[in-house]
């Protein structure tokens, strides 16, 4: 099976990529199964049920969330009706969850949402609830596990690869929008530090670089916003699973606003 995995989606200018992009790409590279990232989906800020629906309307199977799960209060109802999830780690008492189950040709599949430590909200620690969680879903024989870190520090995504590398078919880190250029295959798990954003490539983290800058000169802060119109890039990790649920390959794609994709094969090692 081919699964495919958009990073952060960043407000309106992301959407649109989608929109335009990743039917045709679903196509073109067979791909069975996308998941994408919706936490700044809404003007960069939490998701709508308006943007929920476009979105699972461009051909987005499930979503994941972060630490701006929260941000518009509508997604506590929308987690009961769409396949929404926000990190496994936040509090037990905390709407919604953070792993999603689904059968695809004829193989259960489960994908989770885990948040890091470093400058993130308080959450329960990610490495020991993944560990359990992980044992769970192997004693119930289910092999295809994905799971999107969502995490700041590289270091943190690098620990969960060498903790489960061996146990679970994809980690895909989330969060920081900047791409990283590791995309590999090791020991059968996909793993990539962080996808990049979908959205504005020309302002900081997806934003317009004025309140940034601002606020690195002055330390006085503002709101991030979305730009109206920038330069748009589109980017999708694809990988393939065997029916034992071990990534034989990756390969990446992404796209410069109307220009033809650029398509990168991941090291396997
Ligand atoms: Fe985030």
Excluded at 121 to 146: A, G, W, Y
Aim: glycine share 8%.
């Amino acid at each position: 099976m081919k699964i495919g995995f958009i990073g952060d989606i960043v407000g309106k200018p992301g959407r649109l990529m989608l929109k335009k992009h990743l039917k045709r790409l679903q196509q073109e590279h067979f791909i069975d199964f996308t998941i994408a990232n919706y936490e700044n989906a809404s003007h960069g800020f939490g998701l709508t049920e308006k943007n929920c629906i476009e979105l699972l309307g461009y051909g987005v199977d499930m979503m994941t969330g972060g630490n701006h799960s929260f941000d518009k209060k509508e997604i506590l109802d929308l987690f009961e009706i769409y396949p929404l999830i926000r990190p496994i780690n936040y509090p037990q008492s905390t709407p919604g969850k953070g792993l999603f189950q689904t059968t695809l040709l004829s193989k259960e599949i489960a994908i989770l949402n885990l948040m890091g430590y470093y400058t993130m909200p308080m959450v329960d620690n990610p490495f020991t609830m993944i560990i359990q969680e992980v044992e769970r879903l192997k004693s119930e024989h289910i092999k295809h596990i994905i799971i999107d870190m969502h995490a700041e520090a590289s270091s943190e995504k690098q620990a969960l690869l060498h903790m489960l590398k061996e146990d679970v078919s994809a980690i895909l880190g989330t969060h920081t929008h900047v791409a990283t250029d590791d995309l590999s295959v090791i020991d059968g798990c996909c793993y990539v530090t962080d996808v990049g954003l979908t959205g504005c490539h020309d302002g900081v983290i997806g934003m317009k670089s004025d309140v940034p800058i601002k606020r690195f000169l002055t330390g006085i802060g503002g709101h991030f916003d979305v730009p109206d119109t920038c330069k748009v890039i589109f980017q999708m990790v694809v990988f393939e699973l065997n029916d034992e649920g071990r990534c034989i390959g990756a390969e990446k794609i992404k796209i410069y606003d109307d220009k033809p994709k650029i398509v990168t094969q991941a090291w396997i090692d």
